[in-house]
């Protein structure tokens, strides 16, 4: 196991530069999923941090050693890719020794490691069998065990589940997780999902454009998002997020917006009058009595929870209710806002203001 560190990293593709002199540490042991849309610059990173691309400025350090001019297979790391990347006409036995029978492992200790494998991820009785013969989570288990057999320093994963159902990816995430518990090597996970990373990772790094907009545990980025972008990319369903006027009374304030006053937490920093985007989150809303007016427009059931569209105003919020409700399209509805999970943030900067 190893720690990692990104020190003032920079990446140009001739004149365009897509990583913006990003620098971070990550602990020994720890799981640490790089999340973002598309384009953000997470790939980009993490095949830097394997030596699969040049670094245009800065370092990266390795457990206390600088790795930008260490050749890939030098590294100590191994890396699980979205496509399995598993050779065809090799059996799952042969698939995942190749990278210890390239180093001149012997074959008693590639036997011995592939087994230990095997087992970890229950494919001890798939040896013999070719990719074509096993299922999409099969293949990527052993993507995952040829990994696992070479007991690198650290373990990369790029998106390794995209390619799977939504059932099989909810397994698998379990499996990855609890293959991190148990052998406890330093992770690193990069994902555009962010149930992904809310359910597997110690810490996650929000990406957005070439840098790195926060860092923190996952219920830290959900209860405290630092800023709108971050606030708008973690939590599912997204949180609803209002264009408003932050007005103040005495000691007291709310936000102005959609004709309506919407209750703000205590200690809520700005000005009067200055604008505001107004956020909440789908589950922090409630129906009730003497709240905001609005109007039902899509009841969607899903057994435990109920998720309701809401018109107020001109806008659409999401509701998310435990259990069922007798309210159905273009019922008129009153709406309680919980004060103590709202979120406030300046109009222009995007910053968090509470």
Not at 6 to 22: C, N, Y
Not at 171 to 189: F, G, S
Not at 227 to 244: C, K, R, W
Not at 342 to 350: E, K, M, N, P, T
């Amino acid at each position: 196991m190893a720690s990692v560190s990104f020190r003032d990293i920079k990446k140009s593709f001739g004149k365009l530069e897509v990583i913006h002199g990003i620098g971070f540490d990550i602990a020994d042991g720890e799981f640490v999923v790089l999340v973002g849309p598309s384009g953000c610059g997470k790939s980009t990173l993490l095949r830097m941090l394997a030596g699969l691309e040049e670094i245009s400025g800065g370092e990266i350090v390795i457990d206390g050693r600088v790795v930008n001019d260490l050749e890939s297979k030098d590294r100590d790391i191994a890396m699980v890719f979205q496509s399995y990347a598993l050779y065809p006409h090799m059996t799952v036995r042969e698939n995942m020794g190749f990278s210890l029978r390239l180093r001149h492992a012997d074959k008693a200790t590639t036997d011995e490691r592939v087994l230990r494998a095997a087992k970890i991820l229950n494919l001890d009785q798939l040896l013999e069998r070719y990719p074509r013969e096993l299922s999409g989570g099969q293949r990527q288990r052993v993507a995952m065990g040829r990994a696992i057999v070479r007991d690198p320093k650290v373990f990369l994963f790029d998106e390794p589940l995209s390619n799977l159902d939504a059932k099989l990816r909810v397994a698998m995430r379990a499996e990855i997780k609890a293959l991190h518990q148990r052998l406890k090597t330093t992770t690193v996970y990069v994902t555009h999902d962010q149930i992904e990373a809310m359910t597997m990772a110690d810490r996650i790094v929000v990406m957005h454009e070439g840098i790195v907009e926060q860092i923190g545990t996952p219920l830290e980025l959900f209860d405290r998002p630092g800023n709108l972008f971050v606030a708008q990319f973690i939590g599912s369903p997204a949180m609803n997020v209002l264009p408003g006027t932050l007005r103040r009374n005495g000691s007291g304030a709310h936000v102005e917006a959609l004709g309506a006053r919407w209750p703000v937490p205590d200690g809520v920093d700005g000005t009067d009058g200055q604008p505001v985007s107004y956020g909440i989150r789908p589950g922090d809303l409630s129906l009730g009595a003497n709240g905001i007016a609005a109007k039902v427009f899509v009841v969607e059931p899903t057994g435990a929870e109920t998720e309701m569209l809401l018109q107020v105003g001109d806008a659409q919020l999401t509701l998310v209710m435990h259990g069922r409700t007798t309210a159905r399209p273009e019922d008129h509805v009153q709406l309680s806002v919980d004060a103590a999970h709202a979120h406030v943030f300046d109009q222009a900067s995007g910053r968090r203001l509470n």
